[in-house]
């Protein structure tokens, strides 16, 4: 075993080194992930009567389950539950906290690498934070984009988001394999950089400083079962709730 002298100078190299470890695989962007409860539900077998986009996830674009020790503990966000009961509830399980400690072991502590992000309480608080700022399902509304039996253009649902936010988002339908005649609203993602500034969803990362990396749609990023992105030329319908 090697002895550092002085000791300060051995923990300054251990720490440096630490970090260039982790700064390797330290994401670039955050994606911010709104679904449309019933058209989850139809799709996963739920019920919900929520009639406001909710909250799916908050996740980095680089890694997931990132540190299987860290395990998430309700009583570090406590003063946030209500708050997450509301916009980021879990639609299987209103009363569990199931779904809050499943994304908090796959992105949380990822996202975490970062020193803004770096507890539960930072996490899942900045999550709410944009959520909130955003406040995508009052934008809609405010464009005419409600729930209806009626079809919406993709192009001006997109449109409106753009020109709102100044962004490109992505935005993901269901697809039936016995109706093509139709899409349907599923989820909407808007991006953050580092410094949780609203970005293109699409926008290329340099990878200088990682040639493993492309472009950086996440691997990893969870996806609503059956959903994709949506089709330019295919009407979108936006189900009303049950």
């Known amino acids: 075993m090697r002895l ?23 994401w670039t962007k955050m994606i911010l992930t ?30 997931a389950f990132c540190n299987s020790s860290w395990h998430f503990n309700s009583s570090e966000i406590e003063d946030l539950l209500p708050d997450m009961k509301t916009s980021w509830p879990d639609l ?17 502590t990822c996202a975490a690498k970062a020193i803004s992000l770096n507890s539960q309480h930072k996490y899942f608080s900045k999550a709410l934070d944009l959520y909130h700022t955003l406040d995508l399902d009052s934008i809609l509304k405010k464009f005419s984009i409600t729930p209806s039996p009626q079809y919406y253009n993709f192009s001006y649902i997109e449109g409106v988001i753009e020109n709102f936010y100044h962004v490109k988002p992505k935005i993901q339908c269901g697809h039936s394999t016995k109706n093509d005649s139709f899409q349907v609203l599923g989820q909407i993602e808007l991006c953050f950089n580092s410094s949780f500034a609203l970005m293109d969803c699409e926008k290329q990362v340099s990878t200088e400083s990682d040639p493993d990396r492309g472009w950086d749609y996440p691997m990893n990023v969870d996806k609503g079962s059956g959903l994709s992105v949506c089709n330019h030329d ?3 319908y936006y189900p009303p709730v049950e």
């Open 4 to 26: 550092c002298y002085p000791l300060l100078i051995c923990l300054v190299l251990t720490m440096s080194s630490s970090f260039i470890i982790s700064s390797k695989h330290m």
């Open 234 to 236: 295919v009407p979108v």
């Open 92 to 108: 299987f399980d209103p009363l569990s906290n199931d779904f809050w400690k499943y994304e908090w072991k796959k992105h949380g």
């Open 34 to 63: 709104h679904h449309w409860p019933t058209t989850f539900c139809s799709m996963e077998h739920c019920q919900s009567n929520i009639s406001q986009w909710t909250l799916h996830g908050f996740w980095p674009d680089g890694g």
